[in-house]
């Protein structure tokens, strides 16, 4: 049988770095416990724009729609903030997700014992934090028409368009509820149904979604400015949050940070299963580009590690061995090693981007 393919896009800033780490694990998977992956790299966001003229090519898009998985890194920089909206680097990755139809984003908001005092929140609010953010990832108002900006009068006006359809609601919603049936059964759906008709029809459809089918999941509704004060209130009572594009772009980053850093935090974006039942799937880190330390090793690749264990379980049924990787990572967190992002005030030294990769390598090997 062939192996089981991935297609790397690192992409910008600290993509590349963190990325390097990733590759190391994807090696020691092989060497250590016979698991190969076919490996693919290509270009995405603004390193693609450089040597394309835009963030992603027809070539690497159809790569995309072959592989088993594709790793990204992240894209954009400041370089690139000045082209034209339609060739920046965040357009590579909205198309991917557009065109790989990844309806479902899951982004794990987990807190790791040894991190649990570099929260801004105390640290009873956060230890042992351990919920799910499901952001709609292909529509809403990120993608609905009309958009652009226009003149009316003697004046511009700036057009985006909020717009969910029952089927769409309807997918996203069923892959809540059957994340939150293997771990806390409980799923809050969180829109604007008080301002909004698209969401009076995402708070309808997810209690149909509910009623016809998950009736033994526990289902509750929450507006999203309340949903964004109750998880800096006490986040622990969630455990799947299920919500629309843009509110969950914003509240998995309020969520990521609860976390201590946002280095730490993995996503999957899921799409309808492929032929050989897996879905399509795409994996990179909630973090950003980082202009600002790309580059001086300073970055954390714990969250570009932890994608890659998602992929690990979601794209290839190698469920042990995402929690041999997510162990690892623990392990090397409690036993204190430190990329800058994590030092506490009271400071110490802190590991560079490879010297973390390594450590997790080590801890890997100890887990043999
Ligand atoms: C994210 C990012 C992206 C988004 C950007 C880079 C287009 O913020 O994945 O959360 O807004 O979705
Ligand atoms: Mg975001």
């Known amino acids: 049988m062939a192996n089981p393919s991935l297609l790397i896009l690192a992409g910008d800033g600290i993509g590349p770095e963190v990325m390097a780490e990733v590759k190391k694990i994807i090696g020691w998977m092989g060497a250590k416990r016979g698991i190969r992956f076919d490996v693919n790299e290509d270009l995405v966001g603004g390193c693609a724009y450089d040597a394309h003229g835009t963030p992603l090519t027809d070539a690497t898009m159809a790569k995309a729609q072959e592989v088993d998985a594709v790793l990204l890194g992240a894209v954009g920089g400041p370089k690139y903030d000045k082209l034209d909206f339609s060739v920046k680097p965040e357009r590579g990755l909205l198309r991917l997700r557009k065109e790989m139809d990844l309806f479902s984003n899951l982004r794990p908001a987990q807190c790791f014992d040894a991190l649990a005092d570099f929260s801004s929140l105390k640290r009873e609010v956060v230890a042992g934090l351990d919920i799910v953010i499901v952001r709609e990832l292909t529509s809403g108002v990120y993608f609905g028409e ?90 622990k009572q969630f455990d799947v949050i299920v919500t629309d594009n843009l509110f969950g772009d914003v509240l998995s980053d309020c969520a990521a940070m609860l976390t201590g850093s946002l280095g730490m935090l993995p996503s999957a974006s899921l799409g309808a299963p492929m032929a050989n039942g897996r879905p399509k799937a795409l994996y990179e880190p909630v973090h950003g580009s980082a202009p600002d330390i790309s580059g001086q090793g300073k970055a954390n690749p714990i969250a570009c590690i932890l994608s890659f264990a998602m992929a690990l379980r979601y794209s290839f049924d190698l469920g042990e061995e995402a929690t041999r990787v997510e162990k690892a990572v623990e392990k090397v967190l409690a036993d204190g090693v430190r990329t800058t992002d994590l030092m506490g005030p009271e400071g110490g030294t802190p590991v560079s981007t490879s010297q973390m990769g390594d450590a997790v390598l080590a801890a890997l090997d100890a887990s043999l």
């Open 146 to 235: 009309p958009r652009g900006i226009f003149k009316e009068g003697n004046e511009r006006v700036g057009i985006n368009t909020q717009r969910y359809t029952e089927s769409e609601i309807t997918r996203v919603a069923k892959s809540a509820f059957e994340l939150a049936r293997k771990r806390g059964n409980k799923v809050c759906s969180m829109e604007k149904a008080n301002v909004m008709e698209s969401g009076i029809l995402w708070r309808d459809v997810v209690q149909e979604v509910h009623d016809r089918d998950y009736p033994d999941v526990e289902l509750s509704h929450m507006y999203a400015d309340n949903g964004a004060m109750q998880l800096v209130r006490w986040p």
